[in-house]
């Protein structure tokens, strides 16, 4: 057991507002077992800014623009702020990149794989598989030297992410000409937006408090095995998803005809098995990164700016799982990806001591 | 302390806000319809999907027409024609799928409306105006049935393990869920 | 020195790359006109350009046959009438210059020209098959040459001003140039 | 007069060769006054990678491949390549995309406003204007320390944009199938692509040896009067472009009807104070920044991330001038542009010294 402290509780807290809102918001209106998604929304909102033309992904989800502003508003309540930079910034840009890439070809970011596993989606069992492989290998870089840079304190660096944020926010809110929705197609279900947007501000504000991450709650139990706040949280979470799916009739056991799923089960693993691997070495899951942008981080910012532009990429070059399975292209673009790992591995190993 | 660089641009500043500001609240002219010479894109899609939709049921509504009166395959032959100047054509294989249903050909109507949802997803959606939401779930869980019972006695078919993949296809798209 | 975790990552490298190199060269069953349930995008934008050329010569046809045979003011008519129904559509503003011009009316063809070629640039294109390349050009050589001689007769004419600096975006728009 | 060494004649090679290319790729096939153009190039390319819709705008221009793998060459053989990254990584990749606005709103990067100069286009006098005029506030910022922080000797950083060279490049020659090529419109005209692309390595060779900057010669004019090469190098650039374009029949002196232009001169200068007033504070001008990148800056690979990215969003957006004139949203985002660098200037400046 961990120790009972303010921390753990909080933990407990943001896990349980995460698993009701991410069941609650596909009940209201977000695509099934979607309510949270991070590479999903990312895509949906790549789309609506235009960077990529499936007409069936644009929407400006109000969630992610709510998670980082939600964060900054905690960082500067809390006097947790810090504008800092310089760590690896390109590297981190194209982290963001593969981070969507590996998400598109499993279908969903590690949130999604939770609640796809809660949901009794069983073909995410491969994904959770390649997940806590990737977390692992990324453990045992980590032990062995890798180290992409200190961040310094940069003065102007970090503010931009929640002054994009805001942009956003305006961009939702008065819905510039050039700003696209899709009218049909999974970004044409949402749920109602002050819902969406007073969940993305909530949870936001809650996982900044706690630092939640999935990957960083897997990384945990690695290191610390069960004395971790984060574990307890993950769990909590994956109870509450499974208990609300099951009330609310979403829950459907089973391999086959599952809403956004494949059965290529080596891809599935193999998606998530890359996004662990980043996550760990870029210091947290797509969600973290949000979070850690909110708080001043640029470097962070980056690998955001990078999904953002990931969103663009994998539906513009159709790189993304559908339910018929992994697209040729989405499957060089994952292998890519690992190329991407092994020499940042080998480049970024500090063999001093 | 400020000195006279910073003012300077704390001046420039308000200037330029002060001149976004006039910006925003002046009536455009091109307001509207146009933004700059390329049409207000949310309404050019619209255009596009609408020109589109009307072109399908004008150039595919012969076989339509044939496929209403019975004449499957004088249909089918319109469609292999329309197919040579559309190739790829999702709404060709949707309307192959209805004719090849109505004739009672599971497996083949699966495949064909798999590669017309493939293409255009807009078929697995209930509100669209290209909607068949109604006629493939009806063949995912009449092919259930029928094709899974079929798989039971002949495990080995691959064409019938095809056909099943194709329709767990169909279930998951029409499931929906983030594509 | 490599120790065994550079040997590892070396050793990863060389089976991820050896295991790409295997995919790209295997021939892939959904190659040609399918990736992974999208059409082949290039595919697909070409059918949407060719399924829009022929939805507006199909849907225009009665403009074209009645400006043929000179009756313009029915023409304009039906003109407005699918204005109702596709609204904005450049396609309706290039037809309507071509009646104006055949009136004589140069002003109001001038502004119906620019309206068309800011809604879709193929017009001014050489090459496209919607291409009013050389019947604009005329446009702008004859209203260059009879605008301008009103213009410097009644300079305070805002109109006719307008008229040029619409007549000098359409030879802008001919000259060519990064859009 | 300038000192007439090695240097020198470098620059005056350089200038000669750009001068020739970018009238004769004009000539022989690129868009009217378009020969080279970073911003038109950017444009073209972040449409074949599908991050814009505007079916008239899309084609992995060659040219740009060449220049970054024509500095990596060239820095590779002279022992110039030196990995490095971490100055203000987010300001920069947000610069980038501003600078896409400066030039959308222009119509043209600062090459391309001396193309269109020598073949006779008077309206960009005004963009010549503006951007002298940037460039000379920018450099009473520097004076008044502004700067963005050293960067540091990163091993993994600096590879990665020429890797994403090679990747466009094997992109270019294989066309995977989610690549975009207009078919009609200003990216449907080209030269052909051997020429193109070796014109851009040759380019890309003889401006990484002679630090040919368009915005660093009119910089160095301020600072050092005549006694600059690159202000010469400018000059010979321009003798060259009008004596080619004089012969080849593309001058065409006035201020109506010139391809490619608008007769908006308020925001003709006001996109090229922009472009002018970035570049010094971010140290040289779009074409400049994509030979930093091939030398393994990584601060001006974000630099061209963000020009890409801002290629993609001022066609999505509609920001970009056409012959009728500067859209609403690109004034807006013009004026956006210069509380940005308003902003910056005022949170990066060093109060020390």
């Known amino acids: 057991m961990p120790t009972l402290d303010r921390h753990f509780w909080l933990v ?3 896990s349980l507002a995460l698993g009701i ?84 070809v499993f279908i969903g970011c590690p949130i999604k794989l939770f609640l796809r596993l809660t949901a009794g989606d ?65 970004a044409a279900q949402h749920a109602p937006m002050l819902l969406s947007l007073g969940a993305g501000l909530l949870l936001g504000m809650l996982a900044q408090r706690s630092r939640f991450c999935i990957t960083g709650s897997i990384r ?14 993950l769990l909590v979470f994956v109870v509450v998803a499974v208990g609300f799916n099951l009330f609310s009739g979403q829950f459907r056991l089973g391999m086959y005809g599952q809403p956004g799923a494949h059965l290529q089960h080596f891809w599935s693993f193999a998606g998530m098995a890359l996004v662990g691997w980043l996550s760990v070495l870029i210091g947290g899951c797509p969600f973290r990164q949000l979070i850690k942008a909110g708080e001043g981080d640029a470097d962070a910012g980056l690998v955001v700016i990078g999904m953002v532009i990931g969103g663009g990429l994998v539906q513009a070059w159709g790189l993304t799982a559908t339910a018929a399975g992994v697209p040729f292209y989405g499957k060089v673009a994952t292998l890519v990806g690992f190329l991407f790992l092994l020499t940042n591995s080998l480049l970024w190993r500090d063999r001093t001591s | 302390m400020p ?21 925003v609240l002046t009536p455009q002219p091109e307001a509207g319809a146009m933004h700059g010479g390329r049409l207000d894109r949310a309404m050019e899609k619209q255009m596009l999907a ?49 004719i090849l249903l109505a004739q009672q050909a599971w497996q083949p109507a699966t495949a064909s409306f798999v590669r017309g949802v493939k293409g255009n997803g807009d078929y697995v959606d209930a509100k669209s105006p290209l909607s068949r939401y109604e006629s493939i779930s009806r063949v995912v869980d009449e092919g259930l049935r029928q094709v899974g019972a079929q798989v039971k006695q002949h ?22 869920g983030c594509e």
């Open chain 1, 122 to 186: 069983l073909t995410s069992l491969a994904g959770l598989a390649g997940l806590v492989a990737g977390v692992w290998i990324g453990l045992r870089g980590l032990a062995a030297g890798i180290h992409f840079g200190r961040a310094e304190k940069q003065r102007g660096s970090g503010w931009w992410i929640p002054c994009l944020g805001v942009a956003l926010l305006l961009f939702y809110l008065f819905r510039p000409g050039f700003l696209l929705f899709s009218t049909s197609g999974s």
């Open chain 2, 50 to 98: 609408r020109a589109r939709t009307d072109f399908l049921k004008q150039t595919y509504a012969p076989v339509v027409d044939l496929t209403a009166s019975g004449e499957y395959a004088a249909a089918l032959l319109k469609l292999k024609e329309l197919g040579r100047e559309y190739p790829g054509e999702p709404h060709g294989d949707i309307l192959r799928g209805e």
């Open chain 1, 220 to 233: 945990d139990s690695f290191l610390m095995r069960g004395r971790t706040p984060l574990l307890w949280g």
């Open chain 2, 3 to 23: 000195d006279r660089f910073d003012m300077l641009h704390l001046v420039g500043l308000l200037v330029v806000a002060g001149g976004l500001l006039l910006l």
């Open chain 2, 155 to 176: 495990p080995d078919n691959s064409s019938l393990q095809e056909t099943m993949r194709d329709l767990y296809y169909l279930q998951s798209r029409l499931a929906g």
């Open chain 1, 21 to 104: 809102a991410g069941v609650g918001l596909a009940v209201a209106g977000n695509p099934e077992n979607s309510g949270i998604c991070i590479s999903c929304f990312l895509e949906n909102s790549a789309g609506a800014l235009g960077l990529h033309d499936n007409a069936r992904m644009q929407y400006l989800r109000p969630e992610i623009i709510g998670f980082v502003l939600g964060a900054v508003l905690s960082a500067g309540l809390f006097r947790e702020f810090n504008s800092r930079g310089g760590s690896a910034p390109l590297v981190r840009l194209l982290a963001g990149i593969f981070l969507m890439i590996g998400c598109g």
């Open chain 1, 12 to 14: 407990i807290v943001a």
